[in-house]
């Protein structure tokens, strides 16, 4: 090991790391009791020990640079040795414990993420988990969750991601809607039904166009970016929308030209490169993805 390359001092990275997550200095200094000039001199000290800027700074946010996303990984992995360090010097290293922040939208977290809970609840009571529920993407490198369940694979090459099932997406529409409307018969017959949409109506037309759908804009009657929210309005008979086989099948929505249309939904397991060294994470991770497996084996994708 080259001892002369090791010149850092951790007052000024804790400092740093705990800007980093609660995003600004006077959150950070509360966080680890300091005045706030005092923790903004450490990381000022830092910056120009590195001689690297690590925030974007302006009178509304602060920002890390792609060199501060850079450092707060290997941080994250020092303030996680050190922890297990103390764990190890204390006897304590065989307990697992902890936040854990899981991020999923708020369908899919109300019909998988309770048994996930259940399994971690087994393995190490000591894990509290926070539900972010959301349709939004959080992102995992400024640490707004530590795991993500999201429908594409993750483009960022320091996030690790695990695809885990592919679900059935179909038109869905209520009976009574059905009934009054019509069934329609071919894809081009959707263009004179109404749509509930996920987002506003131009994206909604070019998103579903983008998979084969031919429905205008003017056709989206109604939107919201919450699922449950959107089934609502579709039992209701307000409209039609797609849906995973599941979510419809739950909700007793009517299938509508499954011969003709379908897209399977890739569902990722997304996280930092944490995984490899926090094993809070890792157990959270593998609940996960061992609950989804099991519910697919069962007939519950």
């Known amino acids: 090991m080259n ?3 090791v010149n850092f001092d951790w007052n000024q990275a804790k400092a740093f790391l705990a800007t980093v997550q609660e995003g600004s200095f006077s959150a950070a200094a509360a966080r680890l009791k300091l005045t706030q000039p005092t923790l903004s001199r450490q990381v000022s000290a ?5 001689g690297v800027t ?4 302006n009178r509304r946010s602060l920002q890390p640079t792609e060199a501060g996303l850079a450092l707060a990984d290997h941080v994250h992995a020092m303030a996680a040795a050190a922890t297990q360090l103390s764990l190890e010097a204390t006897g304590r290293s065989g307990a697992v414990e902890g936040l854990v922040t899981v991020t999923a939208t708020s369908v899919f977290a109300a019909r998988h993420l309770p048994a996930v809970i259940a399994r971690v609840r087994e393995q190490a009571p000591g894990i509290l988990i926070e539900i972010v529920a959301s349709n939004a993407v959080q992102d995992l490198r400024m640490r707004e969750a530590d795991i993500a369940v999201r429908h594409g694979r993750p483009a960022d090459a320091d996030l690790i991601g695990r695809l885990i099932t592919e679900t059935p997406v179909h038109v869905y529409g209520s009976a009574a809607y059905l009934d009054a409307r019509g069934r329609p018969q071919s894809l081009a017959e959707l263009e004179h039904h109404d749509f509930v949409g996920f987002d506003i109506p131009e994206k909604v037309a070019e998103g579903l166009a983008e998979r084969g759908l031919p429905v ?3 056709s989206v009657r109604a939107y919201s970016s919450t699922g449950e929210v959107i089934i609502a309005l579709v039992k209701a008979g307000l409209g039609l929308s797609v849906f995973t086989e599941d979510v419809a099948r739950d909700a007793g929505l009517e299938p509508v030209l499954t011969d ?3 897209i399977d939904i890739p569902t ?3 996280t930092h490169r944490e995984l490899k060294t926090s094993r809070r994470i890792r157990l959270v991770f593998d609940a996960i993805a061992e609950q989804l497996k099991s519910e697919k084996k069962n007939g519950r994708p």
């Not at 830092?46 to 590195?50: C, I, P, S, V």
């Not at 690590?54 to 700074?57: D, G, I, N, T, Y």
Request: charged fraction near 30%; charge should be negative; proline fraction near 5%.
């Open 3 to 5: 001892w002369d390359a």
């Open 46 to 50: 830092l910056e120009a020990d590195l």
């Open 54 to 57: 690590l925030f974007e700074r």
């Open 216 to 218: 205008p804009a003017s």
């Open 260 to 262: 003709q249309f379908r």
């Open 268 to 270: 990722w397991l997304v």
